[in-house]
């Protein structure tokens, strides 16, 4: 089997000579805005945790009385014997949170995800996503075995003629609620229109947009809701969202009529197979949930760090893409610029990382640059003042 470990290292050396070599960096901390990485004391500017709840000792307690009361491990599978009294309580009030008849946890946004669509959809049907959906949106709709149909990002007008010209027995249309590289929000009054003319059946992964957006943090639906938006289970079918972003721990959920989520629970192979999230995670998360709910001082200082941070970049002239949420991608170009700007970072003890493609499009490697609601005024000024040299790369980097 020599050829095959040649086969393999070749492949590795091509994508570290393309810049391209993915490497995992270890933190010796809690998640948080100050971290130990690799050793070093440095402050992050690139976790998902945008409310700060990842460490938040309500949350950690929570945990812990958890661990008491049900011990480490579900055990088995929801449909074996272990689902517990604190699943089901976490799902009831996900259902009473995102105005949903029922919600089902799931062990990761990934199997969530894939669950859902190969679930839902056959070889009969047709799936229709958009070119910036999170990889696990599109791995779900090729594995489906549907006809398989991606529109540019945000044009609903060629979204709506892949609709009329589809013979798909079954269309379902999928849609970021937040993206993930990008930061910007999917037009969901437009795709909720697309989708009734068209009889179509309409998903949305809100992973970054829950605990966000709202007033309670309930997502994009809930923040278009809040402007008069008649938005429900009959016309967002399918609404999913992550426990690993602003909720601060791991694992997902999705909510949405009662035929929707039983149909899950007799059909979907991932969720049927994975033994449940512990108990102790869902009292955690049950407390997390309590905090995106109360806590809108946390949203309200997201909102001015970002646009402080907005208008800063546009000072320096670096390029940031359109985004009103914590995600903010700052765009170099190419792999290389990119990842010497994350280095550079991290020698002033800043830790951003580089996005390079597959991740992102060719042309569009970037810093993607995230807030919490635990940075401070300091740590934030650190992050603005270490952007000036990333203006000066940026700026050579054009001219080459």
């Not at 806590?295 to 208008?311: A, G, M, V």
């Not at 994350?342 to 020698?347: A, K, Q, V």
Request: proline share 2%.
């Amino acid at each position: 089997m020599k050829s095959f470990r040649q086969d393999l290292q070749q492949q590795l050396l091509e994508r570290k000579h393309n810049t391209l070599l993915r490497q995992r960096r270890t933190l010796l901390s809690p998640q948080g805005t100050e971290i130990i990485l690799d050793g070093n004391h440095v402050t992050s500017f690139c976790s998902n945790d945008y409310l700060g709840l990842a460490d938040h000792p309500d949350v950690i307690q929570a945990y812990h009385k958890g661990l008491e009361q049900f011990g480490a491990g579900s055990g088995a599978s929801h449909l074996v014997s272990g689902h517990m009294g604190s699943h089901h309580a976490l799902e009831n009030e996900l259902a009473e949170f995102t105005g949903r008849s029922r919600a089902l946890i799931f062990s990761s946004g990934y199997m969530a995800n894939v669950g859902v669509l190969t679930t839902l959809l056959g070889k009969n049907d047709a799936v229709f996503e958009d070119r910036l959906n999170h990889a696990s949106l599109l791995d779900g709709g090729l594995f489906s075995g549907a006809a398989f149909k991606r529109f540019p990002h945000l044009d609903m007008d060629t979204l709506d003629k892949q609709l009329t010209d589809s013979s798909g027995q079954k269309k379902l249309i999928v849609s970021d609620g937040v993206f993930s590289m990008d930061g910007d929000k999917a037009l969901l009054p437009e795709l909720i229109t697309i989708a009734e003319k068209n009889d179509a059946i309409l998903m949305l992964d809100d992973a970054h947009g829950f605990g966000v957006l709202g007033q309670e943090g309930g997502g994009l639906a809930a923040q278009w809701q809040e402007q008069g938006v008649q938005i429900d289970e009959d016309n967002l079918q399918v609404l999913i969202g992550t426990f690993g972003k602003a909720f601060g721990a791991s694992g997902a959920f999705v909510a949405g009529s009662e035929e929707l989520i039983e149909t899950l629970i007799q059909f979907c192979r991932p969720y049927i197979y994975t033994t449940a999230i512990s108990p102790a995670m869902a009292e955690a998360l049950r407390t997390s949930l309590k905090l995106i709910r109360k806590d809108n001082w946390r949203r309200q200082y997201l909102t001015q760090l970002i646009q402080r941070f907005k208008d800063h970049c546009a000072d320096l002239g670096l390029e940031v893409l359109a985004s009103e949420t914590p995600v903010q991608a700052v765009i170099l170009g190419d792999a290389e610029t990119a990842l010497q700007a994350s280095e550079e970072l991290l020698r002033k003890g800043v830790y951003v990382t580089a996005i390079r493609p597959p991740t992102v499009p060719q042309g569009s490697a970037r810093l993607r640059i995230t807030f919490s609601a635990i940075h401070t005024e300091s740590q934030f000024k650190k992050l603005l003042d270490s952007l000036e040299v990333v203006a000066r790369m940026s700026s050579l980097a054009s001219m080459t």
